[in-house]
């Protein structure tokens, strides 16, 4: 089956950087791209960035470009997503998600990274 | 980028009751728009694609409707299983925006 497994929780200090892994299994890896999604606390979800796992080319946000990163390693079948200069409104649960690849829709999610950022 | 828009932003229903949930784009998104649900605390997960495909294992009381600006999600028969948040999303071009989410909580 479908799965998607996140590395566990983050405290980073302002202005640091943060790199969470998404570990994929039960599906042909280089078919499908991969999106990360995050939720502030009590808040809506926002996309920040997709990655054609195939090829590797992104496709971010706006508000995210210049320090979003998204890479993977076929040999692990590791997707990872890292956000640098960090600031206090990033704390965020972040997730991977896997997109179809026509419609885009997300259908398999990780469980989520709490990133915590405080000084 | 587009702006998706959910009304309402909660609601309180009983087992039973007959909800729905709209979505509204602005800009004609034609029918890339999903519906996810939330719970407290899990990832959200897939129910409706292409604005009206029901994701397999997903109930038949869900079902979506919608084309160009407007959809909908209803639920025929709310469950006690179904009380949660629910999120659209535009997949029509990037970036992949939600809707701000609609809470369903038990009356």
């Known amino acids: 089956q479908v799965q998607l497994v996140q590395s566990g929780p983050e405290v980073k200090k302002p202005g640091a950087s943060v790199k969470v892994s998404c570990k994929a299994s039960?599906?042909?890896?280089?078919?499908?791209?991969l999106s990360w999604v995050r939720q502030a606390p009590g808040q809506g979800l926002e996309w920040m960035g997709w990655?054609?796992?195939?090829?590797?080319?992104?496709n971010f946000a706006q508000k995210f470009q210049g320090r979003l990163t998204m890479t993977m390693d076929t040999s692990t079948s590791t997707h990872y997503m890292e956000l640098g200069s960090l600031r206090y409104d990033d704390t965020a649960v972040y997730f991977c998600?896997?997109?179809?690849?026509?419609?885009?829709?997300?259908?398999?999610w990780g469980q989520g990274t709490l990133v915590t950022v405080s000084s | 980028d587009i702006q998706m828009t959910q009304s309402p932003s909660s609601l309180s229903a009983s087992v039973g009751d007959r909800v729905t949930i709209t979505c509204r784009a602005s800009q004609s998104i034609t029918n890339y728009l999903n519906w996810y649900q939330q719970k407290p605390g899990k990832a959200p997960r897939l129910l409706i694609y292409?604005?009206?495909d029901l994701q397999s294992g997903v109930p038949s009381r869900f079902s979506g409707s919608g084309s160009g600006t407007d959809f909908s999600l209803t639920i025929s028969s709310l469950q006690p299983e179904d009380f949660a948040t629910y999120h659209c999303?535009?997949?029509?071009?990037?970036?992949?925006?939600f809707g701000q989410g609609t809470k369903v909580e038990i009356k």
């Open positions: 990655i054609n796992a195939y090829n590797g080319n992104t």
């Open positions: 292409a604005a009206s």
């Open positions: 998600a896997r997109g179809e690849q026509l419609w885009a829709y997300l259908d398999y």
């Open positions: 039960g599906y042909t890896f280089r078919s499908l791209g």
């Open positions: 999303q535009q997949t029509y071009s990037t970036p992949w925006t």
